[in-house]
């Protein structure tokens, strides 16, 4: 399985901007694919994940709200909409897939087998 992360970017407070990650090498359908981000000098932090077959989604306290996730089984791909950004929000953002992670397992990084290689966002105030 690989997964290729793109869209990152500089964008103003406020702002917007999408993340594309695409995953390839096996059923995408039946892949949970999650969000994570991690800020220099601190640890890698859970964003939201969207569960594979049903398509649930689950979102961090900080991002609840302004954050979408959505997948395009067509294209193998999910995104991850960020709205209203803020500075606080400035990580290296990564996807993760697993095709076997349970539902109460999704905010753990070690549930996740597969990683892209990131994608800087960076928010300026």
């Known amino acids: 399985v690989q997964l290729q992360a793109s869209g990152g970017g500089l964008v103003q407070a406020g702002g917007s901007l999408s993340l594309s990650c695409v995953v390839s090498?096996?059923?995408?359908?039946?892949?949970?694919t999650g969000w994570f981000r991690q800020a220099p000098g601190k640890e890698r932090e859970f964003v939201g994940a969207?569960?594979?077959?049903?398509?649930?989604?689950l979102y961090s306290d900080s991002v609840k709200g302004r954050f979408t996730i959505a997948r395009d089984n067509a294209k193998n791909t999910v995104y991850l909409q960020m709205n209203r950004l803020k500075p606080e929000d400035t990580a290296v953002y990564y996807c993760?897939?697993?095709?076997?992670?349970?539902?109460?397992?999704?905010?753990?990084?070690?549930?996740?087998?597969?990683w892209g290689q990131g994608t800087l966002v960076t928010v300026s105030s």
């Open positions: 993760a897939a697993s095709a076997t992670i349970i539902y109460s397992e999704l905010r753990r990084a070690r549930g996740y087998g597969y």
């Open positions: 090498g096996r059923t995408f359908s039946g892949t949970t």
């Open positions: 969207i569960f594979r077959n049903g398509g649930n989604t």
